[in-house]
Antibody
Framework: EVQLVQSGAEVKKPGESLRISCKGS????????ISWVRQMPGKGLEWMGR????????NYSPSFQGHVTFSTDKSISTAYLQWSSLKASDTAMYYC??????????????WGQGTLVTVSS | EIVLTQSPGTLSLSPGERATLSCRAS???????LAWYQQKPGQAPRLLIY???TRATGIPDRFSGSGSGTDFTLTISRLEPEDFAVYYC????????FGPGTKVDIK
């Protein structure tokens, strides 16, 4: 069974750093990109960017470039989303999702359950 | 960058009725690169349709996708109680864009 399991909810203060994780199982981790998607409270879905677990090649959405960092550890089939200095505006639910590294279609066929990040002083 | 617009913002219908959701792209896109997702409160999105027309694994046949160019449609032939949710269209390519969503709620 394919699963993406994300780390638990986090409460942080502005300026703090954070890394959340997304562990894949039930499939070949390096055959699929991992994308990260933000959903602010009561709002829609925003694509943040993607990472290829094979070589850690990344594409960042311009809206998130420079503010977040993606990484992976393919030995444990885990992707990470990291902030070095959180802002209150980073408060949101963050999802990881997989999509194929090859082929025409790039649909997000499996999603993690989401990690709620709350940033408040 | 391709911008997706969805209409209506909210669709109020009764169980058993037909739902027609629209997704319009700011420029012509390949139908191979258009997907639809369903999101229920407190849950992650779920893939419904990809390649504009193809149902994902396990998706009931009351869900269907159509369209081409700049105009795409998700149709739910007969609404079941579990179909009341928010629906997003997505374009994928070198970048990925979601529409703002259509909420289907109970009339």
């Amino acid at each position: 069974e394919v699963q993406l399991v994300q780390s638990g909810a986090e409460v942080k203060k502005p300026g703090e750093s954070l890394r959340i994780s997304c562990k894949g199982s039930g499939y070949s981790f390096t055959n699929y990109w991992i994308s990260w998607v933000r959903q602010m409270p009561g709002k829609g879905l925003e694509w943040m960017g993607r990472i290829d677990p094979t070589d850690s090649y990344t594409n960042y959405s311009p809206s998130f470039q420079g503010h977040v960092t993606f990484s992976t550890d393919k030995s444990i089939s885990t992707a990470y989303l990291q902030w070095s200095s959180l802002k209150a505006s980073d408060t949101a639910m963050y999802y990881c999702a997989r999509h194929p590294t090859t082929g025409i279609t790039q649909e997000f066929d499996y999603w993690g359950q989401g990690t709620l990040v709350t940033v408040s002083s | 960058e391709i911008v997706l617009t969805q209409s209506p913002g909210t669709l109020s219908l009764s169980p058993g009725e037909r739902a027609t959701l629209s997704c319009r792209a700011s420029q012509s896109v390949s139908s191979s690169y258009l997907a639809w997702y369903q999101q229920k409160p407190g849950q992650a999105p779920r893939l419904l349709i990809y390649g504009a027309f193809t149902r994902a694994t396990g998706i009931p046949d009351r869900f269907s996708g159509s369209g081409s160019g700049t105009d795409f449609t998700l149709t739910i032939s007969r609404l079941e109680p579990e179909d009341f949710a928010v629906y997003y269209c997505q374009h994928y390519g070198s970048s990925f864009t979601f529409g703002p969503g259509t909420k289907v709620d109970i009339k």
